[in-house]
């Protein structure tokens, strides 16, 4: 189990990489377009048309990219003073309780993320602004970043099975 995990976390840096490089071109382009509409450097040219519709893209493929690895190093929004203030073993418990609601969720959230995918590609439905693009296409990446972060709710909790049974000591902030 451990050199599975080991292998899942690197495919999840791998992901949080591509997360990093997908900011870095959102900010180039958000640049430029700005660079664009103010600095007459093409003449005909003001500004990058598409910037918006990429940019709300993107800021949906870096959350999707980034969710799971951010999961795995303990870096989500987490409020824990209710566990820190009950008996260890019954935090441990309402720590395991809490990771089954979320496993549960991410499945059903790969559910229908997936059929929504489907819909949508075999209505052939379009996105139809400046860029026309397929729906699907902006949709397939919600189950998948669902599915990664159910595999990673499944490896918390075996961490959480097989060590101290009190609660995790990870996304505490009361430092």
């Not at 395991?96 to 995918?117: E, H, P, Q, S």
């Amino acid at each position: 189990m451990e050199r599975l995990s080991a292998g899942y976390g690197r495919i999840l840096d791998a992901l949080a990489v591509v997360a990093c490089l997908l900011l870095a071109a959102m900010m180039f382009v958000t640049c430029v377009d700005v660079l664009l509409r103010n600095v007459a450097l093409i003449p005909s040219v003001r500004g990058v048309e598409w910037s918006n519709e990429a940019s709300e893209a993107l800021l949906y493929l870096i959350t999707a990219f980034a969710a799971p690895w951010l999961l795995r190093r303990g870096q989500h929004i987490r409020v824990d003073i209710l566990l820190r203030a009950i008996p260890a073993r019954v935090a441990w418990a309402v720590e395991l309780a809490g990771d089954a609601i979320v496993f549960a969720c991410c499945i059903a959230l790969v559910i229908f993320g997936a059929k929504a995918v489907w819909s949508s590609y075999t209505a052939g439905s379009l996105t139809i602004r400046t860029l026309v693009t397929p729906e699907w296409w902006l949709l397939v990446p919600l189950p998948l970043a669902f599915a990664l972060l159910a595999v990673e709710v499944v490896f918390r909790m075996h961490r959480l099975i097989t060590g101290e049974h009190r609660p995790r000591d990870d996304a505490v902030s009361a430092s």
